[in-house]
């Protein structure tokens, strides 16, 4: 092994690398060969350090430098005044200052502070296309320690001991799915991994594969010598290309170690894994549409009983579990089931990855404990909605999830207080809203998905839903009535209850959650047919103050239609017959004249 | 097997323990509705009309596939049981075509018969009385029309599983979902073998069959037509259904008198060209088994299941009989023997039989099916349901109609003919003259149990004159492809093999009356059709092919024997490997 004098940590996340990160790592290797210093500094693609918004991320160690949004041409600069002179580059650095006006170290940051990374753990720290780094921070310790010490049945002894649920979004305990499979009788059992990643926004397990695969295939292997399964199926999304490389990669690495394929650590234990690509379809995260895609049909959910651990893929007994619950069980069987169960709340354990999107200055993937309050994740470790907007609502778990208004910000992230709220914790999807977010636009645009994406098999979810979306568009459109109202819940509720699979049954949840909380807002747009945050065009007017207008003629030169006129220097007005509402005249005024009414 | 105690509504039923929900309700005298459910074939708890609460469970279950256990307390009618069906049944309605006054399925159909239990008063969604229909119509059978459908995809389990072809499935997803070939194709030109199962299972209006009446009603209405029917066999095990005579009337009587009364000049049986199919089948059978020829010998009445053979397994080509279908040799000895005999141009006879299938209407364009003056063998063929719709039309009054004989000139046929209706019946009828033409004696007992019956797959082998002849029996082409792929694999060496297109045999013929699912799933609908053949058969005089006057006449003065030069011209025709996807083929010659 070489020794080198500084490590330069680029992210190789899918973000950054939209964000050239592998230019700025191309540049890197030149810059440094061309000032001598190849041998003594290593560059490493590593993967995703989750402060997605200031991507690309460099980190420069020993000193554990954190420099955020980084060009090409940053890369000379590095190289010349950290790694030459040993001068730190404060204009790339993170920055964040304490009350007092201090600069935090990174781990100090309100990003990072309150964040425990376990699935995360190698994300951002190795190199994910090399095994000899992932084994260097302990990959494959915990399948040698099951092979060798312990019986399948203390492995999901200790796994059910740590508490550990389903990250995917049901939040099934583990340990019990195991037990089920491995007490099913049959000489043939699969070991599937759910990475069909579909809620949109939700980003995490892409981010474990890219980064730390090797704990995947590791807690595969584990559950497939506790099930008594010598086959397994990676189900990954082929929009995720770089973490189905990184996959490849891993799975040929770890088959050239001995890690996986026959006779494993000279244990008797054969493991093989192979990748399957699904086409991206919502459904296909649902267990047992998954199976079926598996076995190459349309994805399609179907009946439960019989339950995938008794007959699941191709009819055999099958543990099938999401990428961030695999990437937990390594680090549980090497830090013991307390370590693991001390965090969270009582009957949450352990801690969850939240995609933080939309309304917030840090977006990005933050692994907390679970029951860390949703304040505590928007405001401190998020920052807050950017321009000083007033937070309104957060939507959890995608599209299947509820949205939480700002009255419960305290509500604890855990499986029992979100579903006490009408919410789920779901895959961990994390939308943030502000007061310029129409809630039934939000509602219409998440049923929205969930209509598209609904496989079509079962008559509430197929038909059901396109019709709670009309209705959504008669409100938005100023067309319904208060009945509507009252008829949207009702097939709210039945969809939600008598549905074949999970996607119908939590398809409604976005608007039965807001409908619950946000009525007031409904109402608005039914009875006074207005929309409070000036969204749905149908119910706004775009308006010029005359006493405001200089005339500039700044509205009337950029507005498409031409659907605003009055002579220089005099006030001008919309034709509201023409306008198209585009709100290109609210951004080119200059004086605050335009109003949204 | 094993039992376990349910309680239904309070009442304890005794029910095997793999046994639904649904089954336990039915075991107490309790019909949930279903819409989707096939037994077997189609358990996929999609539509969601059976949702039923049993105790202890978290919501309402789907009874079709929930299994019982001991001590489940099932409640059927619960409230909430109740107003979940109501509520899915509405939304089901709100995207589906209401045209019931003038539906085809009008009074047979499975979604108004639920709609009108559940007192549907009222809509709320969509403009289903103004929605646009949404025709596929690209083969010579069937039209589906998806705004009518409500995806319960029975139609997609018997393609796939009873029939092996699988050429429809659902297309695109959510509320664009709709049944379809791949690629967004029309069913022409895919594989579709045209037995019409489909239709057979389709619970709405979605599929139909092709009209093929109205031509019929014109020709009866032309005056310088001579229009003769014949029927089938396996039609008058089922038309009753029609008109409320319990499944396995045998309707022959009435049938004829009706189509009397309908107009036809002459009301004939298909019967007699089934005995001549057994005289050329057998005759050509004994020809092979004697002179080393490719074997096994396979039947050839049935169009759906040449159609598969051509399509899914060419190889087999060879194997099949030459022999026309019964109605083809029907339709050729009408536009010739009876022309000739009746003094009348072969171009004034208007053909036309009444069949319990689909594939009929696209066999009789099919190419060398052609006898007489280049003229089409047959003119038009209808299907059972058709006919029933003729006599309704006609206000003739099924109750008080009489019951009547064929006429003579081609109405005398035996018991041998009448069987083949029923899977394994043709190879009965075969056995019963091929045997005593190989032994030159009269056989002591004429039942052949071992082919009769309702299993896919049938074997049996017989002591025939010193030599063992191994036969099988197959019906719907699911069966046939297994039965196939034993022969090519070398796993049977059979001499002679029956293949029927549809499961059961003509019995169950995509053109026979619908049967609703929730009488399919819980009788054995094939079986009593199949017993009034087989009753009729044992009442008969006559039950072997080659003992029937008549055809001994029609050999004896106008054809000469079995397998003569005029027998071939008349009664024979020829196959040929037709590709699997002519759409999709063409398409790749062009590029």
Redesign the interface.
Known sequence: MNFVRSHVLVCGGTGCTASKSPEIIETFHSELKSHGLDKEVSVVQTGCFGLCALGPIVVVYPEGSYYTQVKVEDVNTIVEEHLLKGRIVDKLLYKETDDKGVERSLNNTEFYLRQHRIALRNCGVINPEMIDEAIAFDAYQALGVCLTEKTPEEVIEIISASGLRGRGGAGFPTGMKWKFAAASPGPVKYVCCNADEGDPGAFMDRSVLEGDPHAVLEAMAIAGYCIGANQGYIYIRAEYPLAVRRLRIAIEQAKEYGLLGKNIMGSGFDFDLEIRLGAGAFVCGEETALLTSLEGHRGEPRPRPPFPAVKGLFGKPTVLNNVETFANIPWIINHGADAFSCMGTEKSKGTKVFALGGKIKNTGLVEIPMGTTLREVVEEIGGGCPNGKKFKAAQTGGPSGGCIPASLIDTPLDYESMAAIGSIVGSGGLIIMDEDNCIVDIAKFFLEFTMDESCGKCSPCRIGTKRMYEILEKITQGRATLEDLDTLEELGNHIKENSLCALGQTAPNPVLSTLRYFRDEYEAHVVDKKCPAGVCKDLVEYKIITDKCTGCTACARICPVDAISGKVREPHVIDPSVCIKCGSCLAACKFGAIIVE | MSTVTVKVNGMPIECPSDATVLEAAHLAGIRIPTLCYLKDIN???????C?TEVKGQK??V?AC???VSEGMEIDTNSKKAYD?RK??LE??L??HRMECLTCVRSQNCELQALAEEYGMEEV???TPKEMEPDIEQSTPHLIRDNSKC??C?RCVAVCKEWQHAAVI??N??????HIGSPFGRGLGEMACINCGQCINVCPTGALTEVDSATSVWEALADPKKHVVVGTAPAVRATLGEEFGDPIGTNAQGKMVAALRRLGFDGVFDVDVSADLTILEEGTEFIQRLQNGGVLPLITSCSPGWIRFCEQYYPEFIPNLSSCKSPQQMFGAMMKSYYAEKMGIKPEDIFVVTVMPCTAKKYEIRREDQSSVNGLWDMDETITTRELAKMIRKAGLDWASLPEEEYDPDFGEFSGAAVIFGASGGVMEAALRTVVEILTEETLPKLDFVDVRGLEGIKEASYDVAGTTVKVAVASGTQNAARLLDKIKAGEADYHFVEIMGCPGGCINGGGQPIQPGSVRNFVDVSALRANALYTADALMKMRKSHEVPLIKKLYDTYLGEPGSHRAHELLHTSYRQTPKYPGLDADKNEN
């Not at chain 2, 358990?43 to 009309?49: H, K, V």
């Not at chain 2, 695109?172 to 979902?177: E, H, K, Q, S």
């Open positions: 358990e996929i708890g999609a539509c969601r009309m949702l919501g309402l789907a596939v929930f299994p979940a509520r899915t939304l089901i709100s995207n709320r969604f969509g409500i995806l995809r499935g659902p695109d997803r959510g509320f664009a979902t």
